[in-house]
């Protein structure tokens, strides 16, 4: 799966090279600094400008008379402090009243800085002071963690209920749960709870680079139900709500009702759930939502529906229309480079080179169920334009998606 | 007098009949617990406020090493109250009361489902969601905390549906609002015969931590949770957060008094076949900041709960969820991160009775002319009870907007007699008690039949209804005239460890800035983690800590601070750098001295001054300090000192300990030995001892009235000749002149400002930034110049006092930048700025002043900032700055 994630990187020139499964980086403490990782250059500095009086070895004994003796770094003895950056201050400014002069011309920043480190590396262990144990790490399983999330992007709203999938193949998907949308998905570590510090309730902070934040982090909703056929379609807005999460033999799932809006007192009229995982194919690395709708009501009506508005009878795939109502599914072009979906148990398999558009509506009796695949790989297909408002696909990637829906 | 009680009951033998062990926490795992229950086999599950769910196997092992963790579930959004039904975990989350199933029985939850999310959460940090107690038809009740914003966080607010409330979850999901006028309400749970409590914490409008029984359509008291009432919602107004509701409130059970809790947590109904001792079906109740297990003992007057509270057990840990095991052992959930409490400060303590029978005040009757009290032995045969045994007092609240209420005395009660009874196990103590108040009893002198004394003298019953006579009408909690703003309460002081918090201390080797606890293992040390809660002197390898001291010199002054000690722990807070005031732990001296805590350092022939009080309450608490003192005076001419030093005032945890202490030389261990001064710095000494100190603040108390002449430069009817430049706009409103608009700068007319003083009072709104610029240049756009800083909150590190130049004359040599990092000053908080620019052959100097104390200053080489204008800043649109009494004074060249 490694080998999965740089492939995507390669395919994606905004993303850092993530590593998923490294160590976390993060949980080092931040005064640990005494690793002496022998910079010659400092070295070579330490000896021209500090050695005269503090010693070759930082002892204190050199061979400079002086009226008080120079500190010894060995004891750890600093005047002024012992962080990277009270012992630039230090160097910089030297300290007055002492013969400890001011290096703040003889030297540039960087070598100051350097000296500086190299002068903490001569001194005593420090106190160890335990370190951050707020960082969650995604291993061999998958994990879900809930809590506030902060903006997406500039500018989005913190999402006070949220919740984070981390696949072990270092991928994030990021939603939130008050209606069940994802906002974004994530490629690199997965978390750090800083709700774990103060009194709480600050946001997590996803560790992973953002690969896709959708529509600035205010998605539209995927469904809407759909009432009449043909002429006579009547579309419904539908809230989703939150059902359960699960997290089992490596799959994540998440399930919500559909409960259509100015109707919510009849209840659900359609279970949803949605399966994120990563994508591969030879064009490219992305990720898929698997998603399951399975009727609630009697006559259930669900689409799947496109971003872009459908008129009434266009752009929409229906699937079997003897059965009346849908649910258009549809991806949103903002967020998808490609998007592909299938319909495995229907006769209407198929993608849509026109993927700005596509949709899918069925009417779904209690208990019948049908499978939708997302398929979303950023960088393949030309962005629409107004001669073809969905672009095109590769018909290499077409294949791939069918060979992965079947 | 709490303090002396305090200490008095530090010296009882608890421990002989209530142990107190730790189950064995997995190696690094912090287990801050949120909830508790038993599952059907016997292991315990135990939600966390990290979000994770523990299961304990063998939780009643004698030894408690063997009883083993297991982690069930990650991932949830802080739990705050568990429950198991039919085998099954309920948590509630911040967001949603959620079942966590494990449905392939490999003993980790994979499935959690979502029972109900329909309350609010806006996302305020404070909005906290407790639970999860369970009645007979299976409804589950959830506590629902209301938020608290800046600047004023003390007014809580209801900002999203249901804060402030009690919900009913029903099995289906169907969440019902129950009842309102909650604040803070960490515990809930129910008694005996599933009865409904809930205990709130102290603060605005909630007195002191209460014990509520909470019944349908019940108010209790916070009004910010009514915004959710039909009343409210069709006004769309919200309640007034300083005036009362009118309203009737159900009164609490219990008030508990502050000495005993600051922050009660759950409570649970003692086994009734007396596994856990003499207090069969009372409720035992845990509190985190002191640490403790108390108990309520109630009874039904005129149909409704009210009662007494007693402790039981000290030095348990900072408990917030209780359990009782089916052997009597009470098991204390705890945590106490963010929010300060005895340590440990997470884990499950285990508080057991030993099987000996405490001589205690078992059970407390009211009676219409005092109580009658049920001892657990006999009274000792020879002994004589007269009304001198007990001291009978009464008192009773505020009901107001500020932050809990001081007790209000209403005098003590002539106890006009004693009865025992025949077998010597029950007293009656006859006094002229009345409805409407709160009594404290201390009985003195009472021994049992075994010749053991009381374990605790102290209890204190509540007093919402006598038994009979006219119904009373008065709350304990009293409506009272609203008390005046608050907006003054930061006005004056300085932080100086708010933030970056050793940017004013120069000298801090060896100082850390880090969470402390005490380490329960070895409590002569302090534990130390990541986090910013205290300052603590770590030392620095083999050498001990320096004495941490201020950059910023005072001269008369208030002080505050909080301390933290492990036993044997000390520091001293040395005023000036020369007078101390010793704090440490006393240890169980019952003898006041020079070496107690609170004393006053001698020198080489001043004694010193022992404090008049006992006032270290512990090892890993938190202590306040607030004092008054004033510098000593010198003549003007001779530079003779005239007038001594003088501890004006010394209030620890607001016990007075010292007053008016002549300080007739500096005390041993003071910096410059033996020099005084009209100002220096503060220190605290690293090396006596380990601590942890923080919220280190001073208010200078104002130098006499500089008697040369400044010019106002804002006239009384406008911005005179002062131009506006880019989109900030400026308005005068009762001669204070407010910013608003985008970024842009108001610049006065005169442009060859050079020598000069300025001085302004000014405020700064939350999140906002601003800047006076000192000899600016604005030919286009962004000026040039000295900009002194204006910034309580803002994410820009530059706070208020930085000094910064534009452009840095030479920025690869040293850059004249001088960054204040510490947050001095609270935001939207008035403060008296000063800033001073003189040049000279070599270059300009800035100092910087605020509320009259030098807190900052730049060096800024050659000559390229001689003269230029006087600018304010609008830093950012939604800024806003205040200024008034802006003036200036030319210096010669």
Redesign the interface.
């Known amino acids: 799966m490694c080998a999965f994630v740089a492939a995507w990187c390669a395919s994606d020139g905004s993303a850092q090279n993530a590593s998923p499964n490294a160590p976390n980086n993060s949980a080092q403490?931040?005064?640990a600094t005494n690793t002496l990782h022998v910079d010659p250059e400092a070295r070579a500095l330490f000896l021209t400008n500090c050695a005269p009086c503090h010693g070759e070895s930082g002892d204190g004994q050199g061979t400079t008379k002086l009226e008080r003796p120079a500190r010894s770094f060995k004891?750890?003895?600093?005047?002024?402090?012992?962080t990277p950056e009270t012992l630039l201050r230090t160097i910089?400014?030297g300290i007055p009243g002492t013969q400890m002069p001011?290096f703040?011309?003889a030297l540039?920043?960087e070598q100051r800085r350097a000296l500086a480190q190299y002068v903490i590396a001569l001194?005593?262990?420090?106190?160890a002071?335990?370190?951050?144990?707020t960082v969650?790490v995604v291993r061999d399983k998958p994990?879900?963690?809930?809590?506030?999330l902060p903006p997406i992007v500039d500018g989005a709203p913190?999402?006070?209920?949220g919740l984070l999938v981390g696949l072990p193949d270092g991928l994030t998907f990021e939603y939130r749960?008050?209606d069940v949308r994802l906002l974004g998905v994530r490629s690199g570590d997965f978390v750090e709870?800083k709700?774990?510090?103060?009194?709480?309730?600050?946001p997590l902070q996803p560790l992973g680079q953002l690969v896709r934040a959708s529509r600035a982090g205010n998605p539209p909703s995927m469904f809407m139900s759909v009432s009449g056929y043909k002429d006579v379609v009547r579309e419904n807005s539908v809230v989703a709500?939150?059902?359960?999460?699960?997290?089992?033999?490596g799959v994540v799932s998440i399930t919500y009702d559909l409960i259509p809006e100015g109707d919510r007192a009849n209840g659900s009229i359609a279970r949803i759930t949605e399966t994120p995982s990563a994508y591969a194919c030879k064009l490219g690395m992305g990720w898929r939502q698997v998603i399951q709708i399975e009727g609630v009501g009697d006559a259930a009506a669900i689409a799947l529906r496109p971003v872009r508005s459908v008129e009434a009878g266009h752009g929409a795939t229906s699937v079997g229309p003897d059965r009346g109502a849908c649910v258009d599914i549809v991806g949103e072009t903002s967020f998808c480079d490609v998007i592909a979906f299938s319909v495995p148990d229907q006769d209407a398999q198929r993608l849509s080179p026109d993927y700005a558009k596509f949709g899918v509506r069925t009417r779904l009796r209690k208990g019948e169920k049908v499978t939708v695949t997302l398929i979303h790989v950023p960088g393949i297909a030309q962005p629409p334009n107004a001669k073809s408002p969905g672009g095109s696909l590769p018909r290499e990637f077409i294949d791939a998606v069918f060979t992965e829906v079947r | 007098m709490f303090a002396a009680l305090a200490l008095a009951l530090l010296q009882s033998n608890e421990a002989d009949y209530y142990s107190v062990d730790y189950l064995q926490l997995p190696p690094g795992a912090i287990v801050e617990v949120g909830g508790m229950g038993f599952l059907p086999d016997g292991r315990l599950a135990a939600c966390t406020r990290r979000g994770q769910v523990w299961i304990i196997d063998n939780p009643l092992a004698k030894d408690p090493k063997d009883a083993t963790f297991h982690l069930f579930c990650e991932g949830l959004q802080e739990g705050l109250g568990l429950d198991v039904e039919n085998g099954e975990i309920y948590v509630v989350q911040r967001s949603e009361l959620s079942r966590l199933r494990d449905t392939d029985h490999d003993g980790v939850c994979d499935t959690i489902d979502t029972i109900t999310n329909q309350w609010g959460v806006s996302g305020n940090y404070h909005e906290f969601a407790y639970g999860l107690p369970r009645d007979a038809a299976g409804n589950r009740y959830v506590a629902l905390n209301v938020g608290f914003t800046d600047p004023m966080w003390w007014h809580g607010r209801s900002l999203a549906p249901w804060r402030g409330w009690v919900v009913q979850i029903a099995q289906d999901g169907t969440l019902t609002p129950f009842a309102n006028g909650f604040r803070s309400p960490c515990g809930i749970g129910t008694n005996s015969v599933g009865d409904l409590f809930v205990t709130d914490n102290q603060g605005d409008w909630i007195p002191v931590c209460p014990l509520e029984h909470v019944k349908k359509g019940g108010f209790y008291g916070a009004p910010a949770s009514l915004a959710w009432t039909d009343e409210y919602l069709k006004t769309k107004t919200t309640p007034s957060i300083t005036n009362p509701v009118d309203r009737e409130r159900t009164p609490p059970a219990c008030w508990i008094p502050y000495k005993w809790s600051r922050s009660t947590g759950d409570m649970r109904s003692a086994p009734k076949d007396g596994s856990f001792g003499p207090f069969e079906d009372q409720l035992i109740l845990t509190e985190l900041t002191n640490g403790l297990v108390f108990r309520a003992d109630l009874e039904k007057v005129r149909g409704e709960y009210q009662g007494t509270v007693m402790l039981v057990r000290q030095q348990v840990g900072s408990g917030i969820r209780g359990l009782f095991g089916k052997d009597g052992t009470f098991f204390v959930g705890m945590t106490n991160r963010g929010w300060g409490g005895l340590a440990p400060g997470h884990g499950i303590a285990r508080v057991r009775w030993t099987g000996k029978t405490p001589f205690e005040v078992r059970h407390v009757h009211l009676l219409q002319d005092g109580f009658e009290l049920e001892l657990t032995q006999s009274l000792a045969t020879d002994l004589n009870l007269t009304a001198a045994n007990f001291d009978v007092t009464q008192y009773h609240y505020d009901w107001w907007w500020e932050y809990g209420s001081p007790v209000r005395p209403d005098g003590k009660l002539d106890v006009t007699s004693i009865d025992v009874s025949s077998d010597r196990k029950k007293i009656v103590i006859h006094a002229p008690i009345q409805a409407g108040e709160c009594v404290s009893v201390v009985m003195k002198g009472l021994v049992s039949v075994t010749g053991e004394a009381l374990l605790h003298e102290e209890f204190d019953t509540t007093i919402n209804q006598l038994p009979e006579g006219p119904v009373c009408t008065t709350p304990v909690a009293r409506l009272v005239p609203p008390p005046p703003a608050r907006e003054s309460e930061w006005e004056g002081w300085l932080r100086l460890c708010y933030g970056d918090a050793t940017d004013l201390w120069p000298n801090h080797a060896g100082w850390k800035l880090v969470d402390a606890e005490l380490d329960v293992q070895d409590p002569t040390h302090l534990v130390v983690k990541d986090g910013d809660n205290a300052l603590v002197n770590v030392g620095n390898g083999a050498e001990k800590a320096s004495d941490l001291v201020s950059g910023a010199v005072f001269g008369d002054a208030r002080v505050h601070m909080m301390f933290m000690l492990p036993k044997g722990g000390a520091t001293a807070l040395m005023l000036q750098g020369n007078y101390g005031l010793l704090l440490c732990d006393s240890g169980d001296a019952k003898t006041l001295t020079t070496k107690s805590c609170g004393a006053v350092l001698g020198g080489a022939t001043f004694a010193g001054k022992a404090p008049a009080l006992p006032v270290f309450r512990g090892a890993g608490l938190w202590h306040d300090v607030d004092l008054t003192f004033r510098a000593p005076r010198f003549d003007p001419m001779t530079k003779k000192k005239i007038e001594n030093a003088r501890f004006v005032r010394v209030m620890i945890d607001d016990v007075l300990v010292q007053e008016e202490v002549d300080l007739p030389e500096v005390s041993s261990g003071a910096w410059l030995k033996g020099t005084e001064l009209a100002q220096g710095p503060l220190i605290l000494r690293g090396n006596l001892g380990s601590c942890a100190v923080g919220d280190i603040r001073v208010k200078p108390v104002q130098a006499p009235v500089d008697p040369k002449p400044w010019t106002a430069l804002l006239g009384d009817d406008g911005v005179e000749g002062w131009s506006a430049a880019e989109g900030a706009t400026w308005k005068r409103e009762d001669g204070v002149l407010v910013s608003g608009g985008k970024r842009g700068w108001l610049v006065s007319a005169k442009h060859d400002y050079a020598n000069f003083e300025v001085r302004a009072k000014c405020k700064i709104s939350a999140g906002g930034m601003s800047a006076i610029w000192l000899r600016a240049k604005l030919d286009k756009g962004e000026p040039q110049g000295i900009c002194a800083v204006i910034n309580a909150s803002a994410p820009n590190a530059s706070r208020t006092a930085s000094i910064l130049v534009t452009p840095d004359p030479d920025p690869m040599a040293k850059s004249a930048d001088a960054p204040r990092l510490v947050s001095l000053v609270e935001v939207d908080t008035w403060f008296d700025y000063r800033l001073s620019v003189t040049s000279d052959a070599q270059g300009t100097n800035v100092i910087a002043y605020v509320n009259g104390v030098q807190v900052n200053q730049a060096t800024i080489p050659g000559h390229r900032f001689d003269a230029g204008a006087l600018a304010l800043e609008q830093h950012h649109e939604g800024s806003v700055l205040e200024v008034a009494d802006f003036q200036v004074r030319e210096l010669p060249k």
């Open positions: 403490t931040s005064g004891a750890g003895g600093f005047s002024y402090g012992n910089t400014n001011s703040a011309s540039k920043i001194g005593p262990e420090q106190i002071v335990e370190a951050k144990d969650m994990l879900i963690a809930r809590g506030k913190e999402r006070p209920r749960t008050d709870r709700d774990w510090t103060g009194r709480g309730g600050d709500q939150l059902i359960s999460t699960r997290a089992l033999a």
